[in-house]
């Protein structure tokens, strides 16, 4: 959405600008980190910092101490996920996919240019991958990435790669190419796998399917990773992938849904 449009509300976009710049692994953010990581200026990042403080959205214990998320943003975070009924059903089968393949099982959504993960399920006795929820995955170099490309409708692409301002150098061209190659993938077994020579992170192998859920406007995408020694692309393509697309297609039909089909 282009901040040009008279309906876009800029502060607004700002506000919640700053409460993505929080992730699970920070110890409170002061406002010069929040300025440094949301590129806003310092002068507005304290106006900002103090409506959301004010208005429950973020927290600190005393005067001079660091943000932390706030009440008011776990309850909004609480009723979001109890509207979105397929999260909480997703759970027991993912965890058990997590545990039967020894692999970090992962639901990620689109926040604008990248992927946020909003859900991890950790196997059970085994040393898992350091992602962990809160974390957002480029579109390219990612087989998360790859597959939302794969199942998003053709005419919400260019808003895509227009959020996503260029991350890793992420093109119309560019996007088009890994969306045509993801397709494929989703179209011939299920799932898709980006070229771990193209990956962001060299210490992840992972595979990855699309869920498309009624109440949401594009797909989301569930993923299994771990370090590429336990999991190569040998392993990917006849284990675990089908394994992944297994588990959705079973949440596709606890929920009644038809499968879910990559689209042009």
Same mark, same amino acid.
């Given at each position: 959405m282009s901040d040009t449009d008279r309906r876009f509300a800029t502060t607004l976009a700002r506000g919640l600008s700053v409460l993505r710049a929080f992730r699970p692994a920070d110890d409170g953010l002061g406002n010069a980190e929040i300025a440094e990581r949301t590129g806003l200026p310092k002068s507005t990042v304290s106006r900002l910092t103090y409506t959301l403080h004010s208005l429950g959205y973020l927290t600190h214990a005393r005067h001079g101490e660091r943000y932390r998320p706030g009440p008011a943003l776990l309850a909004l975070g609480n009723v979001a996920a109890a509207s #979105?009924? *397929? @999260?909480?059903?997703?759970g027991p089968i993912m965890q058990?996919?997590?545990d039967e393949t020894r692999t970090l099982a992962l639901l990620g959504v689109r926040d604008r240019g990248r992927l946020l993960l909003t859900k991890v399920w950790r196997p059970a006795g085994v040393s898992s991958i350091w992602l962990d929820v809160g974390h957002r995955v480029p579109i390219r170099g990612s087989s998360s990435g790859a597959c939302?490309?794969?199942a998003l409708p053709q005419e919400m692409l260019p808003r895509v790669v227009d959020e996503a301002q260029g991350d890793r150098g992420l093109t119309s061209e560019t996007a088009a190419a890994i969306r045509a190659s993801a397709y494929d993938q989703l179209f011939a077994r299920g799932f898709a796998i980006t070229?771990?020579? $193209?990956? *962001?992170?060299?210490? #992840?192998?992972? @595979?990855s399917t699309p869920f498309h859920p009624r109440d949401l406007s594009e797909p989301v995408v569930f993923t299994c990773g771990a370090l590429p020694e336990d999991l190569t692309v040998a392993r990917m393509e006849a284990e675990v992938g089908p394994a992944l697309r297994a588990a959705v297609r079973e949440? $596709?039909?606890?929920l009644g849904h038809a499968p879910g089909p990559a689209r042009r």
């Open positions: #979105i009924g *397929f @999260v909480e059903l997703a058990r996919l997590a939302y490309l794969g070229d771990p020579a $193209e990956y *962001f992170a060299a210490n #992840i192998h992972a @595979v949440l $596709e039909t606890a």
